[in-house]
């Protein structure tokens, strides 16, 4: 039979979405057939699949927006999409704070959908308020496009950012991986703008970057242009 054609476009290489479970059956004592007094036993039957969380519906675990008397802090330290941070739940919290409320971002993430960060990008353009972005570990992938949503993105000596192309995964004919392949050079062309625009350097020399999978220290994003300024690691007393 044919297979079925489905398609998944990911900007992340570094963040593969667990994989899903189905509960199984289990065999279970049930109390004495009240006719013969015989122990009986039965199965529970299979359960429905059981959807993975998504951890947008518990805040605290995942992310954490929490209003200050100058504005808020929002913390993101997780994977962007489905199995961690979504669009949907960011903006609907991002949406609630006051109007021009001052943001700053930290960021430790792998990256995940590039949909989903597309999404939260643009949320993060759209606020009034003042976003500064600090990478307290890694932004990687499609977290990294998050950044430069940053008026000011600032890196400790000891962070990291990595930008690549998109990816995608499609199982069909060679029609569809053609029109896959076109996808994905749409997107591409899209996040280069973004990365390029935040920079200030010309596109080819982005685009050079994205293709290569690069990853920067604290000091090279800020000499690409895509961090601007540096910030001393935290010191942890022992």
Known sequence: ?????????????????????????????RGPDPATGRARTGTTGRTQPIRPPNRSDDMASWYAIRARGTGAEVAIYDEIGAYGVSAKGFIAELGALPEGAPVDLRLNSPGGSVFDAVAIYNALKRHEGTVTVWIDGIAASAASYVAMAGDEIVMPENAFMMIHDPSGVVIGTAADMRDMAGTLDKIAASMLRGYASRSGKPEAEIAALLAAETWLSAAEALEAGLATRLAEPVRIAA
């Open 1 to 29: 039979p044919p297979m079925p054609r489905a398609r998944r476009v990911s900007a992340c290489a570094t963040a593969p979405a667990p994989a899903r479970r189905r509960a199984r059956g289990r065999r279970r004592r």
